[in-house]
């Protein structure tokens, strides 16, 4: 019995199975190397099998893409979630959630790279990808919005000079424009967030590995110096579990 008729026992559907297998390959071969004749020869399914669920290479790439939105999204809201349930303050809160995405990040290599490495010639994300694209800034934002309405950031030594650098959409999102001394608290977020992805990407493709002598320790100092262009203080001595 080969493996997609032993999975098909299991109650697992095919979808599933051409998921799954895709997401090895992803490691094994990068998202540029996938295509739908690898993966059914992979998982034992004909490719008009495989077709029958994504037609074409961009339909799996794009549910591969949507779930690891999903699935980096949904782990930054459980940290957070259980964080607000403990009652930690803002800071601590932004230290749960991107310890929660760096775990994620690890365990989930192919993936990660997929939503944040190199663009994958020839494919090009549909709409369908931005909502679940938003979850990771819309948990930060919603964690620099509480610090803003409960009073934990302390104002910025200096402005954003200029007109507004931001597109009216990443304003609605935040709420509106925040009064003064805070006027410039979403491009700041914007900054924090840049600065988590770069983070990550630095770690989980061993950039970092060579010059930090413990890389788990010197992405929560990192954090903490990002969140200070915020105004925001995260603890020190937080444990790592």
Same mark, same amino acid.
């Given at each position: 019995?080969?493996?997609?008729?032993?999975?098909?026992?299991?109650?697992?559907?095919?979808?599933?199975?051409?998921?799954?297998?895709?997401?090895?390959?992803?490691?094994?071969?990068?998202?540029?190397?996938?295509?739908?004749?690898?993966?059914?020869?992979?998982?034992?399914?004909a490719?008009?099998?495989?077709?029958?669920?994504? *037609?074409?290479?961009?339909?799996?790439?794009?549910?591969?893409?949507?779930?690891?939105?999903?699935a980096?999204? &949904?782990?930054?809201?459980?940290?957070?979630?259980?964080?607000?349930?403990?009652?930690?303050?803002?800071?601590?809160?932004?230290?749960?959630?991107?310890?929660?995405?760096?775990?994620?990040?690890?365990?989930?290599?192919?993936?990660?790279?997929?939503?944040?490495?190199?663009?994958? *010639?020839?494919?090009?994300?549909?709409?369908?990808?931005? /909502?679940?694209?938003?979850?990771?800034?819309? %948990?930060?934002?919603?964690?620099?919005?509480?610090a803003?309405?409960?009073?934990?950031?302390? /104002?910025?030594?200096?402005?954003?000079?200029?007109?507004p650098?931001?597109?009216? &959409?990443?304003?609605?999102?935040?709420?509106?424009?925040?009064?003064?001394?805070?006027?410039?608290?979403?491009?700041?977020?914007?900054?924090?967030?840049?600065?988590?992805?770069?983070?990550?990407?630095?770690? %989980?493709?061993?950039?970092?590995?060579?010059?930090?002598?413990?890389?788990? &320790?010197f992405?929560?100092?990192?954090?903490?110096?990002?969140?200070?262009?915020?105004?925001?203080?995260? /603890?020190?001595?937080? /444990?790592?579990?």
């Amino acid at each position: 019995m080969n493996s997609a008729a032993s999975s098909a026992g299991d109650g697992v559907t095919p979808k599933t199975v051409v998921k799954d297998t895709a997401r090895r390959q992803l490691v094994e071969r990068g998202a540029a190397g996938l295509s739908l004749d690898g993966v059914a020869r992979a998982c034992g399914l004909a490719l008009t099998d495989v077709e029958a669920v994504f *037609p074409h290479r961009d339909d799996l790439l794009t549910a591969l893409v949507i779930d690891a939105y999903d699935a980096s999204g &949904a782990a930054m809201e459980q940290a957070d979630e259980a964080a607000v349930k403990a009652g930690a303050p803002a800071g601590a809160r932004l230290l749960a959630v991107t310890r929660a995405l760096r775990q994620w990040s690890f365990a989930n290599p192919g993936e990660f790279t997929l939503i944040y490495g190199s663009p994958v *010639p020839g494919y090009h994300a549909p709409q369908d990808t931005v /909502p679940p694209a938003s979850r990771t800034p819309g %948990v930060l934002a919603g964690i620099v919005r509480s610090a803003l309405v409960g009073g934990e950031l302390t /104002p910025p030594r200096r402005a954003v000079p200029g007109p507004p650098l931001l597109l009216p &959409a990443a304003v609605e999102a935040f709420g509106g424009v925040p009064e003064a001394p805070f006027s410039d608290i979403i491009e700041r977020g914007i900054v924090l967030w840049s600065n988590l992805i770069g983070l990550l990407v630095f770690q %989980v493709f061993s950039r970092t590995h060579d010059s930090v002598r413990d890389e788990s &320790a010197f992405f929560d100092y990192s954090i903490a110096v990002a969140a200070e262009s915020i105004g925001l203080v995260v /603890p020190s001595g937080e /444990p790592t579990d």
